[in-house]
T-cell receptor
Framework: DGGITQSPKYLFRKEGQNVTLSCEQNLNHDAMYWYRQDPGQGLRLIYYSQIVNDFQKGDIAEGYSVSREKKESFPLTVTSAQKNPTAFYLCASRNEQESTDTQYFGPGTRLTVL | RKEVEQDPGPFNVPEGATVAFNCTYSNSASQSFFWYRQDCRKEPKLLMS???SGNEDGRFTAQLNRASQYISLLIRDSKLSDSATYLC???????????????FGSGTRLLVRP
């Protein structure tokens, strides 16, 4: 099946640790995005990438890092510098070839800092 | 003023009712508009894009009012299964920005009761 997968579904981290969230897609989409969602709030853009080996900061990039070494993969690292990392993290992708804004989401990773 | 604003609700309606949500946006250059549905602790799923002429998909109708800068979602004959949070999303840069970033509202919660 084509789609976007994120792992793990739930992640627990101790303060001061870095963690990496996985996002993989087999839709052959060029563009990928990472969002954060806090309870009762909308999605806020962390980072995005429109092409392999290139990515741009979103609105709340501080304390996060990404890489885009392969078209299919866009992992997000939540570093110890992120002050309030507990949130629901969503990865999305978009088909650049269609020049459309429509983004499709993975199932998300729920990160809790203990 | 937030770029994209929604009434958080909840809207509590009986089955069979018609309910409408609005979403206002601040950037008059915005070109693309979407409604997403998000179930509790799940990822957002695209419900429909919003076109200038308005569009309908079964019981759902979306409309765009550029003069007043808002989009609306009308749900007719509400079902219990319509209970969810409805997020609007806007591309504020339109054709000026090839990243096709979306700005999301914080969502409107709908509860349909028997």
């Amino acid at each position: 099946d084509g789609g976007i997968t994120q792992s793990p579904k739930y992640l627990f981290r101790k303060e001061g640790q870095n963690v990496t969230l996985s996002c993989e897609q087999n839709l052959n989409h060029d563009a990928m995005y990472w969002y954060r969602q806090d309870p009762g709030q909308g999605l806020r853009l962390i980072y995005y990438s429109q092409i392999v080996n290139d990515f741009q900061k979103g609105d709340i990039a501080e304390g996060y890092s990404v890489s885009r070494e392969k078209k299919e993969s866009f992992p997000l690292t939540v570093t110890s510098a992120q002050k309030n990392p507990t949130a629901f993290y969503l990865c999305a992708s978009r088909n650049e070839q269609e020049s459309t804004d429509t983004q499709y989401f993975g199932p998300g990773t729920r990160l809790t800092v203990l | 003023r937030k770029e994209v604003e929604q009434d958080p609700g909840p809207f509590n309606v009986p089955e069979g009712a018609t309910v409408a949500f609005n979403c206002t946006y601040s950037n008059s250059a915005s070109q693309s508009f979407f409604w997403y549905r998000q179930d509790c602790r799940k990822e957002p799923k695209l419900l429909m894009s919003v076109y200038s002429s308005g569009n309908e998909d079964g019981r759902f109708t979306a409309q765009l009012n550029r003069a007043s800068q808002y989009i609306s979602l009308l749900i007719r004959d509400s079902k219990l299964s319509d209970s969810a949070t409805y997020l609007c999303a806007v591309n504020p840069m339109g054709l000026m920005d090839s990243s096709y970033k979306l700005i999301f509202g914080s969502g409107t919660r709908l509860l349909v009761r028997p």
